[in-house]
């Protein structure tokens, strides 16, 4: 009996050792727990960023042409245009008045509207020829109050009638002469009649445009009847005139009416499709 307690005394001693140091170990691992850092969690790394795509822009290069007109006239032409579209995307426009041509400037879009506008005003009258048609230029000279002039030709009659009319009753006929020029192109031409029966030089020069557009310059100059050194100079210079003036194919047109003295100088023109 007594060696039974003796042995239980000693368990119990044992097992109370034991539950001593479970107790202080519990405490020391917590508080270590709590002074450890917690693992760090591997870094993520983040995805590669997709590289933004451009956005493809529309470049607008800017575009030059020259558009020659047949029919119209260049600075009416640039007025139409400007009101219709040129306001419309930044058309710019200018003309060449020499060439007869719309300088157009803007996009190549902007340009074929414009082109296609133009197509369609450029069209041909009824009075309006292709350029380099044939055409010929008949120029007559009548005066009044010259008493050796011939009588006006019989296809004047409608004229002189007219003339007639706005007090140039006795009218004579002092020259006629043709020349055969084209749409846009020039022409030149002289006589040399014979005015109160002294000789003189009748010359003409112009230029036929689109649009049925007359520009012609006329001038009447006296025969020199100097002798000697004189001899080679100019006479003295009668009529100088410089009309700009439109025309119906095979009208008679009256350019100008100027005196000369006593004497009252009457031209007309009359531009035909025939030969001369």
Not at 49 to 55: I, L, V
Not at 201 to 220: D, E, V, W
Request: include cysteine; charge should be neutral; aromatic fraction near 4%.
């Amino acid at each position: 009996m007594t060696k039974f307690i003796q042995m239980f005394s000693r368990n119990l001693k044992i097992a109370m050792i034991v539950a001593f140091a479970c107790v202080c170990v519990r405490p020391a691992m917590a508080e270590q727990a709590k002074t450890d850092p917690p693992p760090a969690k591997e870094a993520q790394t983040p995805p590669p960023a997709k590289e933004s795509q451009p956005q493809s822009e529309k470049k607008i290069f800017e575009v030059i042409r020259l558009i020659r007109l047949r029919y119209s006239d260049a600075d009416t032409m640039a007025r139409v245009l400007d009101q219709s579209i040129s306001g419309r995307g930044g058309l710019r426009i200018a003309i060449d008045k020499q060439k007869n041509s719309v300088i157009l400037m803007g996009s190549e879009e902007q340009l074929q509207t414009a082109e296609e506008l133009i197509r369609k005003l450029d069209s041909p009258g009824p009075n309006d020829k292709a350029p380099s048609s044939p055409v010929s230029i008949r120029i007559i000279w009548l005066v009044e109050g010259d008493q050796n002039a011939a009588a006006p030709a019989d296809n004047l009659k409608d004229v002189v009638e007219e003339l007639q009319h706005q007090g140039l009753v006795r009218l004579g006929q002092v020259a006629q002469t043709v020349v055969r020029s084209q749409y846009e192109g020039t022409f030149q031409i002289s006589c040399s009649p014979l005015l109160e029966n002294k000789p003189t030089t009748l010359t003409a020069s112009g230029r036929i445009l689109t649009g049925s557009k007359l520009q012609i310059r006329i001038s009447a100059t006296a025969a020199n009847a100097r002798l000697g050194a004189d001899a080679d100079q100019p006479g003295e210079k009668l009529i100088n005139l410089d009309v700009n003036t439109v025309f119906k194919t095979n009208d008679y047109i009256v350019l100008a009416v100027a005196p000369i003295g006593k004497i009252t100088s009457v031209f007309v023109i009359q531009i035909t499709d025939s030969n001369p």
